[in-house]
């Protein structure tokens, strides 16, 4: 395990509905991110979190919404999503946001949207 | 002048050959250049890194050239083998923002 820790596995959700996307880290890491990983493209860097405040926002639609509570802990709140945002959404910590520091990822969420 | 170009998209290899995965980048700015390996149902993981100092790095069957000049770099790996099958990125990083390929999927026959 990498020790980032992300829930659920598996999300299937109407453009309607609101879901949360949660990631938790067991590294003592100061930096999260939020990427986005649709097939054929590359990883794209959504949101990125050091010492609990947001560094980055990478034009991201407001229909995604994240929160970091604290330095273990990031979620990304979906509402009204469309059907194009259906991809695998990986959380990474490093250890901040400094010079060429290692990515750890989770698993992902697997999203669908109908 | 942020992409990073990879290639192949997809490889098939015989077991105990050589697979070679490309990238090339434009913006000379970059000052990292890691490659990452994805398992099917897992995030991507950390697999072997170079700065542009280096010509060259090496780890077990895993070798980075670079080529800074052609701002290229590829990954070689030796001895291929059926759990080597996975997808491989490449990126470009400078701070804590990384550039990703758009991955290559390998299979190694048995």
């Known amino acids: 395990e990498t020790g980032v820790t992300q829930t659920p596995r598996h999300l299937v959700m109407g453009m309607t509905n609101k879901k949360s996307l949660k990631c938790e880290q067991h590294l003592g890491h100061n930096a999260m991110y939020w990427y986005k990983q649709s097939a054929k493209k590359p990883l794209e860097l959504m949101f990125v979190?050091?010492?609990?405040?947001?560094?980055e926002n990478n034009s991201v639609p407001s229909r995604f919404s994240p929160e970091c509570p604290n330095s273990s802990h990031l979620f990304l709140h979906l509402h009204t999503l469309q059907p194009e945002d259906s991809a695998l959404y990986l959380c990474a910590s490093s250890q901040d946001n400094s010079n060429n520091e290692k990515l750890f990822f989770g698993s992902g969420t697997q999203l669908s949207v109908l | 002048q942020q992409q990073v170009k990879q290639s192949p998209q997809s490889l098939i290899v015989q077991k105990g050959g050589i697979s070679i995965i490309n990238c090339a980048y434009e913006n000379t700015a970059f000052d990292y250049f890691p490659w990452y390996q994805q398992f099917p149902g897992k995030g991507p993981a950390l697999l072997i890194a170079?700065?542009?100092?280096?010509s060259e790095k090496k780890e077990g069957r895993f070798t980075i050239s670079f080529n800074k000049s052609a701002k290229q770099f590829s990954l070689h790996i030796m001895d291929s083998q059926p759990g080597d099958s996975a997808t491989y990125f490449c990126?470009?990083?400078?701070?804590?923002?990384?550039?990703f390929g758009t991955g290559t999927r390998l299979k190694v026959l048995a």
């Open positions: 170079i700065r542009p100092d280096v």
């Open positions: 990126a470009a990083q400078r701070t804590y923002k990384y550039i």
């Open positions: 979190y050091n010492f609990k405040e947001q560094t």
